[in-house]
């Protein structure tokens, strides 16, 4: 069995406040914020080495990001994954979720086949839910969304919350699975995987290791794009109010009306 994982590095939460909008190519700027493992992928990750674990075979991580986010990986491959290919490249930057499918698609393609592809139902960062199944699409594999249940064997069953409630589903491999949180516990990352980690690779991919479409990558195959990026003016206009307590009293009271807040006769 050969599972492939699709893990996304994301900005740490607790630097959320330093994120911004690059004006001109209306993308985040991330530069100089720490990243960590997308919280969905880090449970797709736990399913992955469980199913290793009770039907054997090898757990291999895809990643699209620059080169720093190699850390990221380490971690995945401290938890008991096999092997890790990070795709870094220029060219693969500024990408929506269409050409992050099909560059990450092309390159499970290439160092393929797999059996099943797990992922995070969706990022923290973009919470889109579209990379999974457009992987799905690219590589004509059948694909289940929202699944907070697995149980496996010769077949697969699976558990997938919808709006009307819960579908259960029975598969066999090649699928791709998109988790939910509430699947799993991830496990605590120990000295021993740490230290077995570090004879394990991480391969970083660039844009001339895998075949691709240069028109189907990075911002060129990204139909969607931003718009007019507006920064809002979140200053407030401060008056200040002087006079006895009561002519401050009546001021507050006149700026209210004036605001539209209370009506003449209210007060």
Known sequence: MRIACLVKPVPDPEYYNRISIDPVRGILTRAGIPVVMNPTDRHALEEAIRIKEKMGGEVVIFSMAPDDAGGILKDGLAMGADEAYLLSDRAFAGADTLATSYTLAKAIEQFGPFDIILAGNESADGSTSQVPPQVGVWLSMPS???????????????????????????????????????????????IKGIMAAKSKKVSIIRVGDISVDLDRIGLNGSPTRAGRIVVPDIGRKGETITGSPGEIAEGIIEGLRKAGVIKEGMI
Not at 144 to 151: S, T, V
Not at 155 to 165: K, N
Not at 178 to 190: D, E, H, L, M, Q
């Open 144 to 190: 289940l969304a929202g699944i907070i249940r697995m149980e496996y064997g010769e077949s697969f069953r699976v558990w997938c919350d919808v709006e009307e409630g819960r579908v259960e589903y029975e598969v066999t491999p090649p699928v791709v699975f998109a988790v939910k949180r509430g699947i799993n516990t991830p496990r605590y990352i120990g």
